[in-house]
C-alpha cells in the first residue's frame, strides 16, 4: 500500500499495524550490493533535537519537506539506504521507498543536543529487537567519550552491550566514536588525528565480538593524516559526511581522498545532502554517490 505524505497520519491513527505490515512484506538485499560500495542518506538527527543546517535553526523540523526530501535522494542510483529513528523510517515505509533499500535504525538519540545531559548517549532508539523484528538491515549508535566526564563510562558500557546483542542476531551495527569536550559549554567533537586514532581504538574494542562491527568516522582535520588513522582497525569504515558549510567542493575533495583507503567502503551522508548549500538534492547526491 504506497501512500501520499498527507495520508500517513490518518493511516497511523485508524490502521497503526499498517507498519508492521510493511516491514513484513519489504523486498530485502544484501548490505553489499554489486558495486561492493555503501552509500546511506542519513537523516537521524531531529531526534537529537538538532534541527538545524548552517544558519536555517529548523530547516529539519517540517516533515513533510524532509520526507520528501529523502525520497527524492533514495530514488536516486547509487543510493543504498538510508539511516534514521523509528519515526522517519516508519514513514518511509508507509510510503513504500524502501523496498531493496538498506534501512539502517538509528539507536542512540538521547544526548539532546545542547542539553546539559548532551554527553550522556542514552539508548532511547530501536533496540536489537525492534531493528529484528521490523526486519531492517543493520543499526547505527554513536559513543562520544569526553575524558572529563565520569558518565561517558555508561555510555561506553551501554554501547558494549549494544554491539553484543546486535551480534547475538547476526545483524550489523555501525558505531560512531568521537572524542569529545566541552568549550564554553558546548560540546565539541576532536577531529584531529590522534584524537580520532584512540576513538577507533576504544569503538573496535567494544562488545564480546567485532565480527558484525562496522565504522562510522569523520574525515580528521588534516585529510592528509586519514590512511595512517585508519590502520588504528581492520574494521569496515564508511565515512561520516557532516555539514559541509560553504566549502562544498573542498568537503567533497576530502571524502575522494578518503574513500581511496582499503578499509574505506562507502559513505553515511545527512544534512549535506538532504539541504545542500548549492543546487538540489539530486545534484548533492548524484555528485556524492559519483565520488565512489
Request: charge should be negative; proline fraction near 5%.
Amino acid at each position: 500500500m504506497n501512500i501520499g505524505i498527507p495520508d500517513l497520519a490518518p493511516v497511523r491513527a485508524r490502521h497503526p499495524e499498517a507498519v508492521a505490515e510493511a516491514a513484513a512484506r519489504r523486498a530485502r538485499r544484501p548490505l553489499i550490493g554489486d558495486s561492493g560500495r555503501l552509500m546511506i542518506v542519513a537523516a537521524d538527527h531531529p531526534a537529537r533535537g538538532a534541527l538545524g543546517v548552517g544558519d536555517r535553526r529548523l530547516a529539519m523540523a517540517n516533515r513533510a519537506d524532509l520526507l520528501q526530501r529523502l525520497c527524492t535522494a533514495l530514488s536516486r542510483p547509487g543510493v543504498d539506504g538510508v539511516l534514521a529513528t523509528a519515526d522517519i523510517l516508519e514513514d518511509l515505509l508507509l510510503l513504500g521507498v524502501l523496498e531493496n533499500k538498506v534501512v539502517m535504525g538509528s539507536m542512540n538519540r538521547g544526548g539532546l543536543a545542547g542539553a546539559a545531559f548532551e554527553m550522556d548517549d542514552r539508548f532511547t532508539g530501536h533496540r536489537a529487537e525492534d531493528i529484528a523484528r521490523l526486519r531492517f538491515d543493520a543499526g547505527k549508535l554513536l559513543v562520544r567519550i569526553d575524558y572529563d566526564d565520569p558518565g561517558s563510562l555508561t555510555t561506553l558500557e551501554s554501547a558494549a552491550r549494544a554491539i553484543d546483542a546486535m551480534a547475538a542476531l547476526r545483524l550489523p551495527l555501525f558505531v560512531e566514536p568521537f572524542l569529545s569536550r566541552r568549550v564554553d559549554g558546548r560540546v565539541r567533537n576532536d577531529l584531529s588525528a590522534e584524537a580520532v586514532t584512540k576513538s577507533i581504538a576504544i569503538a573496535s574494542g567494544l562488545g564480546g565480538t567485532s565480527a558484525y562491527t562496522w565504522l562510522k568516522l569523520p574525515v580528521t582535520d588534516d585529510p592528509d593524516d586519514m590512511a595512517e588513522v585508519l590502520e588504528t582497525s581492520t574494521l569496515p569504515v564508511v565515512l561520516l559526511g557532516g555539514e559541509v558549510g560553504d566549502d562544498q567542493e573542498g568537503a567533497y575533495e576530502r571524502w575522494r581522498k578518503a574513500l581511496r583507503l582499503p578499509t574505506v567502503q562507502g559513505m553515511v551522508v545527512g544534512r549535506s545532502l538532504l539541504y545542500p548549500a548549492e543546487g538540489s538534492v539530486e545534484q548533492a547526491v548524484d555528485t556524492a554517490v559519483g565520488l565512489l
